[in-house]
């Protein structure tokens, strides 16, 4: 069953709901109100015929009954029954009330009864089995000073019957209700999705080849085109992510390509022609070689460590203090400051909390702090300071250095990228440090900021939750 099948089904049945709760109630009141008038009509002629006995008061009261032909005009169309005030004489009975033996209800109450009478005995209008219905009641009536109890009924076959009819009706009206329902609710359900239909068939059009296609939509609040932005934005991802997936191997391939292939030259220079004696390969050779190899091993491993950041959501927590963990990194990175004349200042708080990956912290800051060093004028100045706050705590990494420009300080944390070939050839640098630290300082749902000014300063500043935010 499709959805809009079950859309079909559920406003038809909410609809059949509703109209059969308004047809009961209806046929409730219809049934009885016929009832309600009968019993009017049978309280007035109560009142009519204990007047009537009241002023034939010679007869009953010497214990004679009333004879039917000193009675009302119309008396054969009822059953009645009137005793005098206790109840248990009968004063007088009409000619129906004498053939026709029924149960008198309780005084003031009303009865429906039904009793066989055969068609040679009274004509009623008899249904098949000879039953006829009969709406019964008893009241008390006075009229000056004497009081009567009086049981009055009446047939109702035809009520019965127009009863049936009208209930047949009802049953009918709702029977084809629910069939005019059901086919605009179809209609109804197919207007209400047409817009998925659209989105199906706009997204079935989007494949790895056109991830730059996107589903219409508009800045209207309905919930069609917030699931069609929101699918925009799951392209978006996609596609940067595809984006980022070729330019990561076109990059990565680059980079193996170039040790490589001056491996391959290098050796093929110093392959023998047939009948020449191997002189092997000299100190120099071997220390070239050894430096492409591990070249290529940290470009390759820097590779593994990012794809194992990128499909990682949540890393261990554990309590750790940035402050000792720098004291410890910057008393490693002293030892090559002070080589290439760099003076390295610390000041840190004391404690500085957080929850996180210990190891993978010290690998963000060991990356940040190794371009600092890196990229760094001889005789240069490398600060490395720190605040704590109610929110969290900030470390800027700062150093003097060539820098960057400012249209470029946008692209410092992307894969691969060099401000210059050269820089990255000079210190065996493959453009992934920044990248690594970005994406760890985010799995630590931290933030980082790279500010640069030529030739004077460049400073890396970031930012980490305290520990109870992290937690």
């Known amino acids: 069953m499709n959805v809009r099948q079950k859309i079909t089904l559920l406003i038809t049945a909410a609809g059949f709901l509703s109209s059969l709760v308004f047809s009961c109630i209806i046929s409730w009141e219809m049934f009885e109100q016929p009832f309600r008038i009968i019993d009017t009509e049978l309280n007035a002629v109560s009142q009519r015929t204990a007047v009537i006995v009241s002023k034939k008061e010679a007869f009953w009261k010497k214990g004679n009954k009333i004879p039917h032909d000193s009675f009302f005009a119309g008396d054969e169309h009822y059953w009645l029954k009137i005793y005098d005030q206790t109840g248990e004489t009968l004063i007088y009975q009409s000619r129906l009330a004498e053939l026709i033996k029924i149960t008198e209800p309780a005084l003031n109450s009303s009865t429906t009864v039904s009793v066989i009478i055969p068609k040679n005995k009274i004509n009623l209008r008899q249904d098949r089995k000879n039953e006829v219905t009969f709406r019964v009641r008893s009241t008390r009536v006075s009229f000056e000073g004497k009081t009567f109890r009086v049981c009055a009924g009446r ?82 991802r996609l596609e940067y992510a595809f984006v980022q997936q070729k330019q990561l191997l076109a990059d990565a391939s680059h980079e193996l390509k170039t040790p490589l292939t001056m491996m391959r030259l290098a050796l093929e220079a110093r392959h023998l022609a047939p009948g020449e004696t191997n002189p092997g390969l000299n100190g120099e050779d071997s220390v070239w070689l050894t430096e492409q190899v591990l070249r290529m091993e940290r470009l390759v491993k820097n590779l593994l460590n990012l794809s194992s950041l990128e499909i990682k959501d949540t890393i261990k927590k554990d309590p750790v203090d940035v402050a000792d963990l720098l004291a410890s990194l910057t008393q490693d990175y002293r030892l090559l400051a002070d080589s290439g004349g760099i003076n390295l200042e610390v000041c840190l708080p004391r404690n500085l909390p957080v929850k996180g990956d210990a190891h993978k912290l010290s690998r963000a800051f060991s990356n940040i702090l190794d371009n600092a060093v890196k990229y760094n004028f001889k005789g240069g100045k490398i600060k490395v300071d720190g605040d704590l706050y109610e929110g969290g705590l900030t470390i800027r990494v700062g150093n003097t250095g060539p820098g960057v420009a400012e249209s470029e300080t946008g692209k410092v944390f992307d894969q691969f990228y060099r401000v210059e070939q050269s820089r990255s050839l000079q210190h065996g640098g493959a453009g992934l440090g920044l990248a690594i630290a970005k994406r760890i300082i985010e799995l630590h749902h931290g933030k980082v900021k790279f500010e640069s000014k030529p030739e004077t300063w460049t400073q890396v500043s970031v930012f980490l939750p305290r520990s109870d935010e992290t937690s």
Not at 182 to 198: D, E, H, Q, T, W
Not at 226 to 236: D, I, P, S
């Open 155 to 236: 047939p109702m076959e035809k009520l019965e019957e127009e009863l049936w009819d009208v209930l047949i009706g009802i049953i009918s009206g709702l029977v084809f209700s629910v069939l005019v329902l059901m086919a605009i609710s179809y209609f109804v359900a197919g207007i209400i999705l047409k817009p998925v239909r659209l989105m199906n068939d706009q997204a079935k059009d989007i494949s790895e080849k056109h991830l730059n296609r996107r589903i219409p939509a508009n800045d209207g609040p309905d919930e069609f085109n917030t699931l069609a932005r929101t699918l925009n934005r799951v392209f978006e």
